[in-house]
């Protein structure tokens, strides 16, 4: 099937737990001395393997990474190609939504994986998005990857 038209298929819920509970642990790692904001991700791999990062923040503010942009970097270059789904986890009313940044690089090497966003008090009341529903139309050169 032509990887546009996949849909992002539905994880167990005892995955979706341990991918949010992974993000929740990678949180504790975040270095956000200046926002003191601290976000955890973590990417569950076609592989099975689950790949996690925080935040590091800069001094020179606009070279932070967020965590997502952190984990997905750490899991494409351990080799991981394609991936199932990524939990975000922060400390804040119903989590924290992925920024643009992170939005446009999980298009592209993620599009049909599935975003999970919790707050760390209460890892069970999270909320399910689609890469694709947070960034329609997004960017793309013609030649792929
Ligand atoms: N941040 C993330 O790591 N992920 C998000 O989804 C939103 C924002 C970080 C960047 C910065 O270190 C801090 O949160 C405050 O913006």
Redesign the pocket.
């Known amino acids: 099937m032509a990887e546009k038209n996949k849909r992002p298929g539905r994880l167990s819920a005892e995955k979706e737990a341990e991918l949010l509970r992974v993000a929740a642990r990678a949180r504790q790692q ?1 270095v ?1 001395p ?2 003191r ?1 601290r ?1 955890g ?1 973590a990417l569950l791999g076609r592989s099975g393997h689950i790949f996690s990062g ?4 800069s001094a020179s503010y606009g070279l ?1 990474c ?3 942009r952190v984990a997905l970097f750490g899991a494409l270059s351990s080799g991981e190609r394609g991936f199932l789904a990524v939990a ?1 986890v ?1 400390r804040a009313p119903g989590g ?4 643009g940044a ?1 939005r446009q690089l999980l298009a592209e090497y993620a599009p049909n994986a599935v975003v999970l966003v919790a707050d760390s008090r209460d890892l069970r009341r999270f909320r399910r998005f689609t890469v694709r529903a947070l960034l329609p139309g997004a960017f793309r050169l013609r030649r792929r990857f």
Do not use: K
Not at 54 to 57: F, H, I, Q, R, S
Not at 96 to 99: E, H, L, T, V, Y
């Open positions: 975040a956000a200046y926002s904001f976000v991700a925080a935040n590091v923040e932070t967020c965590a997502e975000v922060a924290a939504m992925p920024c992170c």
